[in-house]
Nanobody
Framework: VQLQASGGGLVQAGGSLTLSCAGS????????MGWFRQAPGKEREFVAG????????NYADSAKGRFTISRDNAKNTGYLRMDSLKPEDTAVYYC????????????????WGQGTQVTVSS
């Protein structure tokens, strides 16, 4: 499956952004989807994940209560709604697809999008 992340940009602290992840190729709806991020000088970290049927989702502690992951399999698209953004949320955000369940580690995911930059100014 090919993934294309979009929706990043520059936003002030406290603002909101919604990232999109468009899937193509293999049936997007057969895969769990995750969002990861990587800040300069830091390792890639898990942000949120959702099962193929949307019945299960997981969030990193840093994302709980502020971010919402969702998907629309009819549109082959996943989303990450980010509210109350903080400067420490600044990173390149990647979407990924996993053939299994909602993994919390990068190695759980087989397919990756190219990343979209999110910058939160203070």
């Amino acid at each position: 499956v090919q993934l294309q992340a979009s929706g990043g940009g520059l936003v002030q602290a406290g603002g909101s952004l919604t990232l999109s992840c468009a899937g193509s190729g293999r049936t997007f709806g057969n895969y769990a989807m995750g969002w990861f991020r990587q800040a300069p000088g830091k390792e890639r970290e898990f942000v949120a994940g959702i099962s193929w049927h949307s019945h299960r989702s997981n969030y990193a502690d840093s994302a709980k209560g502020r971010f919402t992951i969702s998907r629309d399999n009819a549109k082959n698209t996943g989303y990450l709604r980010m509210d109350s953004l903080k400067p420490e949320d600044t990173a390149v955000y990647y979407c990924a697809a996993a053939p299994g369940g909602v993994g919390l580690e990068a190695y759980d995911y087989e397919y990756w999008g190219q990343g979209t930059q999110v910058t939160v100014s203070s």
